[in-house]
């Protein structure tokens, strides 16, 4: 079963606004992460958030995370064609931490 | 692009069949997970191998099976083929067993197709 719940599931905006996509999940966790998959690739590493943490920037993009609702949000700023994709977030429970439970994903695509 | 590499890319079995897929892990990382991504979903955690031995396993069936190497490379073994199997098989190598502390670079997938 899956962990992370990504809402919205697609997402289609143009080139140079901002895209916002949020994740919940259910139980307690260590971290969460954030990955990017082109069209039915391999998964690329964004960003990870550990639980004591509130909030992480990388380049465009930022990560929030609030325990408290067991959710997490990542926006990319300024967005550009190449940013199109869809982003998961995954999650390692906090009793088994090799077990990374994924999201169905949010499809966003970004219209030059 | 991660130094992970599976093979082969693409493959076409036959329901009943037995198929192995093939994963080369980073370099220096001892921790191999693999996953199983259907259509239109999430990537579905099927088990880690750290050090050579089994360390964690999602809810597959035991004919799903693996093997590290001393090389750190790793096999997936499926046996009696269903049509469900046909997904993206994705590796990832980190440097932890502990996956969810770590960053996970994935290979590019092997896409399964059983008939």
């Known amino acids: 079963s899956q962990q992370g719940e990504e809402d919205p599931q697609a997402l289609s905006i143009q080139e140079g606004e901002n895209a916002t996509m949020n994740c919940s999940y259910k139980t307690s966790i260590n971290n969460l992460q954030w990955y990017r998959q082109n069209s039915g690739r391999g998964l690329v590493h964004l960003i990870l958030?550990?639980?004591?943490?509130r909030e992480k920037h990388s380049g465009r993009l930022r990560v929030t995370l609030d325990t408290s609702k067991k959710s997490s949000s990542l926006l990319i700023t300024a967005s550009r064609a190449a940013d199109t994709a869809s982003y998961f977030c995954?999650?390692?429970?906090?009793?088994?931490?090799?077990?990374?439970?994924f999201g169905a994903g949010t499809r966003l695509t970004v219209k030059p | 692009e991660t130094g992970v590499t599976q093979s082969p890319t693409h493959l076409i079995k036959t329901r009943g069949q037995q198929v192995t897929l093939r994963c080369s892990s980073q370099?220096?990382?001892?921790?191999v997970s693999w996953y199983q991504q259907a259509l239109g979903q999430g990537p579905q955690f099927i088990f880690q191998y750290y050090r050579e031995e089994e360390n964690g396993r999602g809810n597959f069936p035991p004919r799903f099976s693996g093997l590290q190497f001393p090389n750190y490379s790793s096999e997936l073994n499926v046996n009696a083929l269903e049509l469900d199997d046909s997904a993206l098989y994705l590796c990832?190598?980190?440097?932890?067993?502990?996956?969810?502390?770590?960053?996970?670079?994935f290979g590019p997938g092997t896409r399964l197709t059983v008939t």
């Open positions: 990832a190598s980190s440097l932890s067993r502990t996956s969810g502390s770590y960053e996970q670079y």
């Open positions: 958030i550990r639980s004591n943490e």
């Open positions: 370099s220096g990382h001892n921790t």
């Open positions: 995954a999650t390692g429970a906090y009793y088994n931490n090799n077990d990374m439970r």
